[in-house]
């Protein structure tokens, strides 16, 4: 079993690291830099995966550009929104926060999120107006 102490200092270590990646994505555009890995489903297949254009959607919400995220990856705010949601849900310590509705999990969550990926990937890999916006730019 893990000590609470262990559990404290793995929770500092994460969240350092997170911070550093956010300042790593926030000072340095992965559009103009070529030290960020580039997508390998992308490079061997040159079909668009759901997460084409992440990095890039990561770098404009951390300077509040919603228009550049939606262009590089229209599903990058709803799964950020829902990581978040988790993460709240699940880690923060807030008073009364059993009483509140579970909006999100229900049985058939998985099964729905599975389609709506499945759905973009294939969309935004069809070279017609407007599955085009799709594509990450």
């Known amino acids: ?9 793995v929770a500092i270590i994460m969240g350092v690291v997170f911070f550093g ?4 994505y926030f000072f340095n555009n992965p559009s103009n830099s070529n030290h960020f890995p580039q997508c390998p489903f992308f490079t061997a ?8 254009g992440s990095q890039r959607a990561l770098h404009d919400l951390l300077h509040l550009d919603i228009i550049g995220v939606a262009k590089h990856n229209l599903l990058f705010i709803p799964a950020f929104l829902l990581i978040a949601y988790h993460w709240v849900r699940n880690y923060v310590p807030i008073h009364g926060k059993e009483s509140l509705p579970d909006l999100i999990y229900h ?9 709506i990926i499945a759905l973009f990937t294939i ?5 017609l107006y407007p599955f085009t916006l799709l594509a990450p730019e």
């Open 123 to 127: 969309l935004r890999n069809i070279n």
């Open 45 to 52: 297949t040159g079909y668009y995966c759901t997460g084409c």
């Open 107 to 115: 049985p058939k969550t998985p099964i729905v999120l599975i389609i």
């Open 1 to 9: 079993m893990i000590s609470r102490r262990n559990k404290i200092a």
């Open 21 to 24: 990646i956010l300042l790593l």
